[in-house]
Structures are given as structure tokens and as C-alpha cells.
């Protein structure tokens, strides 16, 4: 992803906005492994992993001859991971803070046209526990990038 694509800033976005949450502690773009998920200090828990597909073009729009917009959505899920003590009681809480964070800005600070959040499964891994959030970013973009 270029480093200034607008994809690579709504995922930037994205992080800054988790980041600051004050119930997450940790922040990354990549999914961690299993060891690193076992290896993981409590002090570093609850921790999100924001990582992404390629966007999925819905909608082209002609604007001068040879050019055009697309609208596409970008899909993104975000994996939670918190201590397995008192499970649904800090799931719930946990959802709820980021749901309020995310859709705060449904725009993307003008990135984008819409965020819509879709939570998911939640499972149990030795003494931590998973939970996935599907989120889309739906945007608009010259055919030309992404």
C-alpha cells in the first residue's frame, strides 16, 4: 500500500483512533501468532490487530472523457484480544468503546463516506480471548488509486 494512498491513511486513521481508547493498551497492523499471543504480558492486554483486504470497487462513475471515481468499500478486521477472567462482561465493554470511538467519525476525518461495524465470533485461546470486528470503509477514489 503507498505510503499516502488513501487506503493507507484510513487505516492510519483507524490506529490513531484505537490508540486512543483508553481501555486498549496495545495497538499493532498485524495479526500476531500464536506464540507471540502467549508470550503476550498481561500489561499489554487488551491489545487490537487492525489488518485489511484490498478495496472492493462497488461503483464507477464517469467524470471527464478517459477519467473516472470509483466508490469502493475496504474491508478491515480488527482482532481483539483481552484476558480470559470475566470474558463477556469485558467483551462487551471492550466493543462498546470501540464501537463509540469508531464510529465517532464515520468519515474518516473526510477520507471517507461511510464506516459501518459488524462484530463477530469470540473464542478462547489458554488464557486469552479473541473477539473479530469487521468494519468497512466505504470511499470514494480516482480509478487511477486505491
Known amino acids: ?3 499516502n494512498s488513501i487506503t493507507e491513511q484510513i487505516v492510519q486513521d483507524i490506529v490513531t483512533t484505537l490508540e486512543a481508547v483508553e481501555s486498549i493498551k496495545t495497538v499493532a497492523r498485524e495479526w500476531p501468532t500464536m506464540d507471540e499471543l502467549k508470550r503476550t504480558p498481561i500489561t499489554q492486554l487488551p491489545k487490537v490487530a487492525v489488518v485489511h483486504d484490498l478495496p472492493a470497487p ?4 464517469p467524470t471527464t472523457p478517459g477519467q473516472s471515481r470509483s466508490m469502493s468499500d475496504f474491508p478491515l478486521t480488527l482482532f481483539l484480544y483481552f484476558q480470559s477472567a470475566t470474558k463477556s462482561k469485558t467483551a462487551i465493554s471492550l466493543v462498546d468503546d470501540m464501537w463509540a470511538a469508531l464510529l465517532a467519525d464515520r468519515q474518516r476525518g473526510g477520507l471517507a463516506m461511510d464506516t459501518t461495524i459488524k462484530p463477530r465470533a469470540m473464542g478462547d485461546f489458554s488464557h486469552i480471548v ?3 470486528i469487521d468494519v468497512t470503509v466505504r470511499f470514494l477514489h480516482a ?3 486505491i
Open 1 to 3: 500500500m503507498a505510503s
Open 58 to 61: 462497488i461503483d464507477v462513475t
Open 130 to 132: 479473541a473477539c473479530k
Open 143 to 145: 480509478n487511477t488509486s
